[in-house]
C-alpha cells in the first residue's frame, strides 16, 4: 500500500511538471449553483489548448484549498494541435455555513479551484446563481463584490472576477427559506447531522420492537 502511495504522488508531481510545459488553459469560468438539499454544483468550462508537439490530453491537472492535487478527466481527450472547450462538473454535499449576522440567512462559500496550465495573471470569471425566488436584493456578500448582476431565464446571476493564482474566496449569503428542511437556527450540516440521528433512532426502533416479538411470541 506504502509502495502505491509513493508511485501515485510521484506520478502527480511528474504528470505536473509535464503538463504545465504542454497544455495551456487560456479561459476559464466557473458556475456556482446551491442545490435545495444544501449542496453545490460546480461547472467549469476551460478553453484548453493541446500544443501540435505534445501527446493526447486526459487529465487537467487542479488543486482545492488545504486539498491534494487531483485531475479533471478530459473525455474525448484532446489531440495534439486541437483547441477545445472542456467542461469539467464538481459536486460538492453540505455546503451552508451559518451568516454571522443573520440567523434566517445561509453563508455560501466559493474558492476556485488552481487550476495547472492556467495563464499566468489570468482572472476566472465565477457565475454564482441564486436560489429559486432569491431576488439580487436579498442577497449579501461579505468581502468582494460582484462586478454585475444578470438574469438567467427566471434566475438571478451574480458576476464576479477572482484571481486564479491567490484562490480569492467568495462568500454569498441567501434567505434559508430557498433550502428545504433548514428552519432558521440550522444550516445544512446541522441538518444532515439530525437526519442521521433519525435513522439511527429508526434503527434502534425497529431492532426493539424485532426483538420484542421474538422474545415474547
Not at 460546480?42 to 484548453?48: I, S
Not at 433519525?198 to 421474538?214: D, K, N, S
Request: include cysteine; proline fraction near 6%; glycine fraction near 6%.
Amino acid at each position: 500500500m506504502r509502495i502505491f502511495l509513493v508511485f501515485f504522488c510521484f506520478f502527480l508531481c511528474a504528470s505536473d511538471a509535464i503538463a504545465e510545459d504542454l497544455y495551456k488553459v487560456h479561459e476559464a469560468n466557473v458556475d456556482v449553483i446551491p442545490l435545495p438539499d444544501g449542496s453545490v454544483q460546480e461547472t467549469y468550462l476551460l478553453q484548453v489548448e493541446n500544443p501540435e508537439s505534445a501527446q493526447p490530453l486526459s487529465l487537467i491537472l487542479y488543486s482545492l484549498p488545504d486539498a491534494e492535487k487531483r485531475g479533471f478527466l478530459v473525455d474525448p481527450p484532446l489531440q495534439p494541435g486541437e483547441t477545445r472547450l472542456v467542461q469539467v462538473e464538481m459536486h460538492f454535499e453540505n455546503q451552508l455555513l451559518k451568516d454571522p449576522d443573520n440567523a434566517s440567512y445561509a453563508l455560501i462559500n466559493f474558492v476556485p479551484a488552481k487550476i495547472q496550465g492556467l495563464d499566468g495573471g489570468m482572472d476566472m470569471t465565477v457565475r454564482l446563481v441564486l436560489p429559486a425566488g432569491v431576488t439580487a436584493n436579498e442577497a449579501r456578500w461579505y468581502g468582494k463584490k460582484p462586478e454585475i448582476i444578470t438574469t438567467r431565464g427566471d434566475d438571478t446571476v451574480l458576476n464576479f472576477r477572482t484571481g486564479t493564482r491567490g484562490q480569492e474566496k467568495i462568500s454569498v449569503a441567501v434567505p434559508k427559506r430557498a433550502f428545504k428542511g433548514l428552519s432558521d437556527g440550522q444550516t445544512s450540516k446541522d441538518f444532515s447531522m439530525w437526519t442521521l440521528l433519525l435513522i439511527l433512532i429508526g434503527l434502534l426502533a425497529g431492532y426493539l420492537i424485532y426483538f420484542l416479538r421474538h422474545r415474547y411470541s
